[in-house]
């Protein structure tokens, strides 16, 4: 266990459905991430939050909404999604956003867009 | 723009063997390249990491080699176990606080 826990583990949606993923992280940790993992990039930034702001928005679809209300947790708002954003969505987090600093990742959640 | 080259995509080798695989970046600010190592169904954790003041760092039977110069690194793992079959993704970082910016990954296979 990394002490970065995500939820659900799989999510099957629709194209006009609404639903959230969770990420939680037991390390005290101040900074927090998500990645989105495809075949075709398969670690890709989406957001950063440090010490729950918003730092870092990688020109990321506004159907994909992050909210961080407080240090151990992080959501991904999800909306009126597409087929093409089926993809691994792993949340990352760490000691801070300064330098040379690890990333520990949860175990992601599967979504399929249907 | 790619900023860390990963090579090769995929990789087999038999039990014993020692697999390599190699990065390359552009941005001359970088100085932290960690490797990640990622099993099925699990996130990727953080397996060894490098700085570009030394040349080689090992631990157990997982190698990491540094060319400044070249702006090139690479893992090398001895003694290959089918345990060890698991996709790699090499990364760096510099020290402005800039995020990890991650290769595109090799998936390894390790036949018994």
Known sequence: ?114 | QQQVKQSPQSLIVQKGGIPIINCAYENTAFDYFPWYQQFPGKGPALLIAIRPDVSEKKEGRFTISFNKSAKQFSLHIMDSQPGDSATYFCAASDNAGNMLTFGGGTRLMVKP
């Open chain 1, 1 to 114: 266990e990394t002490g970065v826990t995500q939820t659900p583990r799989h999510l099957v949606m629709g194209m006009t459905n609404k639903k959230s993923l969770k990420c939680e992280q037991h390390l005290g940790h101040n900074a927090m991430y998500w990645y989105k993992q495809s075949a075709k990039k398969p670690l890709e930034l989406m957001f950063v939050y440090s010490l729950e702001e918003r730092v870092e928005n990688n020109s990321v679809p506004s159907r994909f909404s992050p909210e961080c209300p407080n240090s151990s947790h992080l959501f991904l708002h999800l909306h009126t999604l597409q087929p093409e954003d089926s993809a691994l969505y792993l949340c990352a987090s760490s000691p801070s956003r300064g330098p040379n600093t690890e990333a520990f990742f949860g175990q992601g959640t599967r979504l399929t867009v249907v």
